[in-house]
Nanobody, 123 residues
Framework: QVQLVESGGGLVQAGGSLRLSCAAS??????MGWFRQAPGKEREFVAA????????SYADSVKGRFTISKDSAKSTLYLQMNSLKPDDTVVYYC??????????????????WGQGTQVTVSS
């Protein structure tokens, strides 16, 4: 049974930092990423990484502020978020793909999702 369990969300002041974690289990993945979704809006890409290799990609809105990383031994994905802004206030989701070894921004290449973790940035 595949499981993606996110943690690390919470409330932080603007300019602060949070680190999200996503513990993966159940099968091998080719790619993993972070997406976020505001109420009533589509899920949008944040950052992605190839599970084998170090290729990463980022949305323009988070470049220079967020860093995606992984610990293969622990099957855990991370998202270090610095210089947080009120606009970053949404639910963050961890996604995992099983077919394409690419740090993809396309939601279609993700087969599994975590339950989401809320990030709230106060001004």
């Amino acid at each position: 049974q595949v499981q993606l369990v996110e943690s690390g969300g919470g409330l932080v002041q603007a300019g602060g930092s949070l680190r999200l974690s996503c513990a993966a289990s159940g099968r091998a993945f080719t790619n993993m990423g972070w997406f976020r979704q505001a109420p009533g809006k589509e899920r949008e890409f944040v950052a992605a990484v190839r599970w084998i290799g170090d290729t990463t990609s980022y949305a323009d809105s988070v470049k220079g502020r967020f860093t995606i990383s992984k610990d293969s031994a622990k099957s855990t994905l991370y998202l270090q978020m610095n210089s947080l802004k009120p606009d970053d206030t949404v639910v963050y989701y961890c996604g995992a793909g099983t077919k394409y070894s690419v740090a993809s921004a396309s939601i279609r290449l993700y087969d599994y999702w975590g339950q989401g973790t809320q990030v709230t940035v106060s001004s």
